[in-house]
């Protein structure tokens, strides 16, 4: 069963740019949660999608935004890049909505932003 | 104060010592994940839990619901155990689901 995929794994941008992110979940998993890990702030929620709905958002600012597809692939997107954002960003899948359920996590897209 | 608290912050032991990881949180919860992070950022869920005991292996998680308390436990622990161990909750309530992380245990082993 193939595991949790993230795209691109490297990317480097510089401040005043947008990216996006790509996570491809465990096949019949139809929950997507993303998360921004960064040495001073840890682990960081930042929405999770259930069937193709945001179900939770966490703290951050509307640069951030995602969406999933019905494939339950689901996409991250920054906008107007801040030094700041640079992070790695992880996904996880699960069966049932995140935080109640077993997660499977990829192995994180890593941005630098200059 | 967090709203997920893990002691301590650095562990570090000797092969086969006994090993114990502490979380504490303030906030009602769906469920309490232990997740373990080797260098080079991958994460990898060791249990998740919402009363009692699990074990695996070598690895034991508790969970207390009335003290909102959680331990993970390492028995015979062994060099390849070093790595940050994350307790995560999952909210109830309005934000039934939404995790919220600790700051993580640095656990090193030596041999």
């Known amino acids: 069963k193939a595991g949790v995929t993230q795209t691109p794994r490297y990317l480097i941008k510089t401040r005043g740019q947008q990216v996006t992110l790509s996570c491809s979940p465990i096949?019949?998993?139809?929950?997507v949660s993303w998360y921004q890990q960064t040495p001073g702030q840890g682990l960081q929620f930042l929405f999770e999608y259930f069937s193709e709905t945001q179900r939770n958002k966490g703290n951050f600012p509307g640069r951030f935004s995602g969406r999933q597809f019905s494939n339950s692939r689901s996409e991250m997107n920054v906008s107007t890049l801040e030094l700041g954002d640079s992070a790695l960003y992880l996904c996880?899948?699960?069966?049932?909505?995140?935080?109640?359920?077993?997660?499977?996590f990829g192995e994180g897209s890593r941005l630098t932003v200059l | 104060k967090n709203e997920v608290e893990q002691s301590p912050q650095n562990l570090t032991a000797q092969e086969g010592e006994f090993i114990t990881i502490n979380c504490s949180y303030s906030v009602g919860i769906s469920a309490l994940h232990w997740l373990q992070q080797h260098p080079g950022g991958g994460i990898v869920s060791l249990f998740m839990?919402?009363?009692g005991k699990k074990k695996h292996g070598r690895l034991i998680a508790t969970i207390n619901i009335q003290e909102k308390h959680s331990s993970l436990h390492i028995t015979a622990s062994h060099p390849r155990d070093s790595a940050v161990y994350i307790c995560a909750v999952g909210s109830g309530g309005t934000s039934y689901g939404k995790l919220t992380f600790g700051q993580g245990t640095i656990l090193t082993v030596h041999p």
């Open positions: 996880a899948s699960s069966w049932g909505q995140a935080g109640t359920g077993e997660l499977f």
């Open positions: 839990l919402s009363s």
């Open positions: 096949s019949g998993h139809r929950s």
